[in-house]
């Protein structure tokens, strides 16, 4: 009798071995034990499944939407639009859309087809002691993305309150009402996935107001999204917009996405099941992607009609004569005008009326307190996946949250609400340095057959993937060494140089055993791939039928 697929999993004490050396590196891998073979239940989320319609059809579709709206937070959150108002040239070229796409494909593909997250599929692939930093990168870029929402959810409510709400209080009402809302799946799955919904209809029409409000150039946004061009644009430009690569692929959002997608009943030993699951999850992931890409449209070419070649003293000047509390923000002098997230709402209270100002900031608020949640469920699924925790679910919420908002209320009490673009830019930086550590991952495991079957990556995905990976890696590393050498400090550059070794060195492991698993068997020093295990092939003829 053929045991369990998930009675499958290799060890290395079970791997076999040729001449004392272990010839197996990755593991066949499989669906976890149904509850009833578990030896003891285990509480997490998202454990009720979406029951889905056997036809082809708009409300099979629906069953499937979801889980990319949940995603498309990650490019709709307070850092993600504090990057957008520093871009005020063409879009295309600053929201890397196509990337997001072909990233989110592998996740999602992953999660279908083996019935576990990307976490867990580390967890049993990579030995202990880089599964253990790998985890600790993912965190920090958890801590990094949390710090840019819980502190622009506290700045609306800031703005909302005209300066009667501190920082420091708008994130500990951040923190409250994310733990209230964090338990909504208790009530089901599609409520809560509704709740979400609804925070992103609310950022469509507030970002969408200021843009019928502002009416920007239609024929110049037009060009902007189909020719690249940046007219009068120098390095400084040119930086900034490399930065949005690592506020937008947030490497903690793909250990998400390939998490999200479990939420469906989906007969994994089924092929054409596997393969039309896989089929929806794309054009539903496809079409949140389109709508985020729309409302970041309307914030850019918002801020680009507003802010394009105005000075401190014009807004100075405006704000003074519509009576605004804020005009203090803006010395009288002729240098160009800066903004930020709270700046931003300030500046469109002064030249398009209170309205805007509030407008503005309810969609902040949306935006922050949306992806602090995607954020901590992040944290819950990489923290259970890297780690093996079998904690209740409030003890894991409140570690989560404890780690990601310690250092954010700090921020937020020695910090000033108006002197917060530094710390956004650094943030971006961090998260950029930590992208290798979810897409080399990603990668790799899609492009095995004994884990991913039938549905592992071909040529054409490998060679495209390597190429995006390759390129997001290179882009997001020239920013950071940009934003290193501007710290004209030599301690800094010393400490600088130390970390990037080590970095290299372990960007370097997970980029070898990627190549190893995409083909390039030259590479494969003391083990190799197993591309299909004997008794996985017996297994496989069954699963086909």
């Avoid at 930093?133 to 506290?154: F, K, N, P, R, T």
């Avoid at 996946?385 to 310690?406: C, H, K, P």
């Avoid at 250092?407 to 930590?434: K, R």
């Avoid at 790799?444 to 592992?456: E, H, Q, V, Y």
Wanted: proline share 5%; net charge negative; glycine share 6%.
């Amino acid at each position: 009798a053929i045991p369990p697929l998930s009675c499958l999993t290799l060890d290395s004490k079970d791997s076999p071995q040729e001449n004392g050396v272990q010839t197996n590196q990755y593991h066949t891998i499989s669906p976890p034990l149904s509850p009833d073979i578990q030896e003891e239940p285990f509480s997490t989320y998202f454990e009720d499944k979406v029951q889905v319609p056997k036809t082809f059809s708009f409300r099979k579709l629906w069953a499937f939407t979801g889980p990319g709206f949940l995603m498309s937070i990650a490019y709709l959150d307070p850092g993600n639009i504090e990057s957008d108002l520093w871009y005020l040239i063409c879009l295309n070229t600053t929201h890397p859309v196509f990337l997001l796409q072909l990233l989110w494909r592998l996740a999602a593909r992953l999660g279908v087809v083996t019935g576990m997250h990307l976490a867990e599929v580390c967890n049993r692939q990579y030995p202990t002691v880089p599964r253990i930093i790998l985890w600790l990168m993912v965190e920090l870029a958890i801590i990094g993305s949390d710090m840019q929402e819980v502190i622009g959810c506290a700045i609306a409510l800031n703005l909302l309150s005209v300066g009667r709400i501190p920082l420091w209080g708008g994130v500990l009402i951040t923190i409250t009402d994310t733990f209230v809302f964090l338990f909504l799946d208790k009530y089901g799955l599609r409520k809560l996935e509704a709740f979400f919904g609804f925070l992103i209809t609310v950022m469509a029409i507030s970002f969408g107001y200021e843009y019928v409000l502002v009416k920007p150039n239609q024929g110049e946004l037009l060009k902007g999204m189909f020719v690249p061009y940046c007219a009068d644009c120098g390095p400084v430009q040119l930086e900034q917009a490399v930065g949005i690569v690592g506020a937008v692929i947030m490497p903690h959002n793909i250990y998400l996405h390939s998490a999200l997608v479990k939420s469906r009943e989906v007969d994994r030993r089924n092929k054409r099941e596997v393969k039309e699951a896989n089929k929806y999850f794309f054009i539903e992931s496809t079409i949140a992607l389109f709508v985020s890409f729309l409302i970041n449209v309307f914030v850019v070419a918002v801020f680009a009609q507003a802010f394009y070649n105005k000075t401190n003293l014009d807004v100075n000047l405006m704000c003074n004569t519509t009576g605004s509390p804020h005009q203090d923000l803006f010395p009288p002098d002729n240098s160009t005008l800066e903004v930020d997230i709270y700046k931003g709402g300030v500046v469109l209270g002064c030249f398009f009326g209170p309205a805007a100002l509030y407008i503005w900031a309810i969609g902040i608020l949306a935006a922050g307190q949306s992806s602090t949640m995607t954020g901590t469920y992040s944290g819950q699924f990489v923290m259970e996946g890297f780690l093996n925790l079998r904690w209740s679910r409030f003890a894991r919420v409140l570690l989560t949250r404890s780690i990601a908002i310690t250092p954010t209320l700090l921020v937020a009490i020695f910090q000033d609400v108006e002197h917060l673009t530094g710390m956004n830019d650094f943030l971006n930086v961090l998260q950029s340095m930590q992208l290798p550590f979810a897409l080399i991952p990603i990668l790799t495991f899609t492009s095995l057959t004994s884990i991913m079957n039938d549905f592992a990556n071909g040529l054409v995905w490998k060679i495209s993937g390597g190429l995006v990976i390759l390129l997001v890696c290179a882009i997001n590393m020239y920013f950071v060494v940009v934003y290193v050498t501007s710290l004209n400090s030599v301690l800094l550059y010393v400490l600088a140089s130390l970390l990037s070794i080590a970095y290299l060195c372990f960007v370097g492991y997970l980029a070898w055993h990627c190549l190893i698993a995409l083909g390039v068997s030259c590479l494969d020093c003391g083990s190799r791939v197993r591309k299909q295990p004997a008794v996985l092939i017996e297994e496989q003829s069954e699963y086909n039928s």
